[in-house]
């Protein structure tokens, strides 16, 4: 069975600073993505980052990167430079096998000035 | 390119009352799902289609819910009837390759539901 556990409800950090919001995961399928999405008030989900379970490399989108360490699995995200629109929840979601995207319970970050 | 788009924005029925929502992917994107995200929670699969064929709707409630994508492109999902648990949003997504696991989901807005 996949599983994602976000154990962070809700994040506070200041702007300008970095922040890191914690996710783990468990699969017995050695391919697999992993991708993290963020969800404004508004309630769209905006699609952030990608990493795949045979990437050598942890991913960077602008200010974001995706802290991988497969051994411990877990995923990551760390958001640099926090600005206040990045206010939201976030979600860490795992795909096995072309399935569809299996989500974590989310983190609620809030910036503040 | 066009997102995915979902209507309506909002609804608001009583329990017992049927409800459909509509959803048109982005074009090209064979694969559409279809998820309930209850306040506080993360979006959770009802359904997913390859083309106008299910590949898993292991987690739909049959009895009451049902969702078709006819001719492979625009989905309905129907809720008859409504119960009150049945309160969420209801988002639409698609996806260009649904057997690479890279292939990232694009998000509708959403439709909210509200049962009362």
């Known amino acids: 069975a996949q599983k994602i556990t976000q154990t962070q409800p809700g994040m506070f950090v200041q702007e300008k600073e970095a922040v890191t919001l914690d996710c783990t995961y468990d699969?017995?399928?050695?391919?697999?993505?992993l991708f993290w999405y963020k969800q404004p008030s508004s309630g769209e989900m905006i699609f952030l980052i990608y990493?795949?379970?045979?990437?050598?490399q942890n991913a960077t989108e602008g200010r974001y990167s995706l802290n991988f360490q497969k051994a411990r699995k877990s995923a990551n995200l760390v958001i640099s430079a926090s600005q206040l629109g990045d206010s939201a929840m976030y979600f860490c979601?795992?795909?096995?096998?072309?399935?569809?995207?299996?989500f974590g319970k989310g983190t609620s970050l809030l910036v503040t000035p | 390119e066009a997102g995915v788009a979902q209507s309506p924005r909002y609804k608001i029925i009583e329990k017992r009352q049927s409800v459909a929502f509509w959803c048109n992917p982005i074009?090209?994107?064979?694969?559409l799902y279809w998820y309930q995200q209850i306040l506080g929670q993360g979006p959770k699969l009802l359904i997913q289609?390859?083309?106008?064929?299910?590949?898993?709707d292991s987690q739909l409630p049959k009895d009451r819910f049902s969702a078709e994508r006819l001719k492979g492109v625009d989905s309905t999902l129907k809720i008859q009837p409504a119960k009150l648990e049945d309160s969420a949003v209801y988002l639409c997504?698609?996806?260009?390759?649904?057997?690479?696991?890279?292939?990232?989901?694009?998000f509708g807005n959403g439709t909210r539901l509200t049962v009362t």
């Open positions: 289609f390859q083309n106008n064929g299910v590949v898993d």
């Open positions: 979601a795992m795909r096995v096998s072309g399935y569809a995207l299996n």
């Open positions: 699969t017995s399928d050695p391919s697999y993505g």
């Open positions: 997504a698609s996806s260009l390759r649904w057997t690479a696991n890279n292939s990232p989901l694009h």
């Open positions: 990493q795949g379970s045979y990437d050598q």
């Open positions: 074009s090209g994107h064979a694969t």
